[in-house]
């Protein structure tokens, strides 16, 4: 598993990474409540923001890590948006995308980094 | 930036684990370890303590008769004070020479005063307000010494019965006077959640033990601004400085049931309070805005700031909006012009570029549960 400073998390399935949002991430958001995910087979660059997450408090987005094509996204977040609190390491990534350059993926942080900067 | 204040609470508030923000110029818990959701759930299912002690507690003591004390207020209020028995509350608004609303309170009967609370946010302004508008016979006193709780919901009365003896007498908006253990509580029937409760102001220095004794009950959990918020806006309440201020009329905040017939034109003390003769007016002709509740079609909150649409033509906006825990769904209230206010009108709100239809509906959202 890789981290983003964005508190992404994300697992390397061959050519195609799943991505979510750290336990960390979804105790800051607080009670998730709305979330709206990208369409399948959308191109997007490192850093468009694709995914809108809205908890109890605010609205926030949620970037595309690095560049590639949505290849699969969780449906079962729109009707249950509670799971990102509940599960947000396993049940509730967000999607899943095949990567155009896997070598954007050496810059993220394993989990011993990711820890040290949450404190 | 001015240092922050604390309430009497705030220690309690830090051992209970609360997320505390920056809240009209006191640090106050937002959350607890609940989270916004179950604690708002909590509240209408069992009973919530909130601390208001941040709020204004002001006493308006009359050299004479509490009439006197009545007749001053009313030359700052569209309100009928003076019909206020004792005994009694009710909602009132400090209006401006424009019509627009400076703040809103509370205000009691209390026999020989009124007692009036205002907005924390607005309590330095309307205490200087009172002092200039009142006048001599009248004494403006801030009551710094005292912490105010609220304690809300369905098993509200059952827990504070067991302190306090005679409280389930009490009717919605009744206030009276009662002793714990040798400390004065004065507490009224009423609350900012649409749920029955108490909201209790108590001497400075048993205001934590107070707090503690109702925690320390089963049905009764601390609950943060998150959840009072939420709570309110289900209820169909205003928030001050963002569903009313100075640019809102009585009238287009839908507020005239504030403003009884004896203050209206025709009335046996009509007008006499800033901005009469507008308010007269549009009470009369109505307001060319008027605020109303909003159910969004989908599930997409549509929060404060969010532009309201009638095809290209630009009608309103939403006032506050967010997730209701009680119904499950998003709800918002907004102005919009008069001609879209009717209920079941359908509207676009422009949510992230994208308009998304939401329905004019009645509030409150949830019917209140008072115990008239």
Known sequence: MKYTEDHEWLRVDGDVVV???????????GDVVFIELPETE??????????????????????????GEIVE?????????????EDPLGAAWFFKMKVTDMEQLDTFMSEDEYKDMIG | MPELKRTPLYDLHTSLGAKIVPFAGYEMPVQYGLGVLKEHLWTRQHAGL????????????????????????????????????EGRQRYALFTDDEGGILDDLMVANRGDHLFVVVNAACKDDDIAHMQAGLGGPVSVEPVTDRGLLALQGPEAEAALARLVQGVGHM?????????????????????????????????????????????????????????????????????YGHDIDRTTSPVEAALEWAIQKVRRRGGDRAGGFPGADPILQELETGASRRRVGLLPDGRAP????????????????VTSGGFAPSLERPVSMGYVSTDHAATGTGVEAEVRGKRLPATVADLPFRPSTYKR
């Open chain 1, 19 to 29: 991505v979510g949002i750290t336990e960390h991430a979804a105790e800051q958001l």
């Open chain 1, 42 to 67: 959308t191109q997007v660059a490192k850093g468009d923001d694709i995914v809108v997450i809205e908890s109890v408090k605010a609205a926030s987005d949620i970037a595309a890590p690095v560049d």
């Open chain 1, 73 to 85: 996204v969780n449906v079962d977040l729109a009707d249950n948006p509670g799971l990102v609190n």
């Open chain 2, 50 to 85: 909130f601390d208001v002690s941040h709020m204004g507690q002001v006493r308006l003591v009359p050299e004479g008769s509490v009439a006197d004390a009545a007749l001053a207020l009313e030359t700052l209020v569209p309100v009928d004070v003076l019909g206020l028995k």
């Open chain 2, 171 to 239: 009717r919605f908006m009744d206030v009276a006077t009662f002793d714990w253990e040798g400390a004065e509580l004065w507490i009224s029937r009423s609350g900012y959640t649409g749920e029955d409760g108490f909201e209790i102001s108590v001497p400075e220095g048993r205001t934590v033990g107070l707090a503690e004794a109702l925690l320390a009950m089963d049905e009764v959990e601390a609950i943060g601004l998150g959840a009072r918020d939420s709570l309110r806006l289900e209820a169909g309440m205003c928030l």
């Open chain 2, 302 to 317: 549509m929060r404060e700031g969010t532009e309201l649409f009638a095809g290209d033509t630009r009608i309103g906006s």
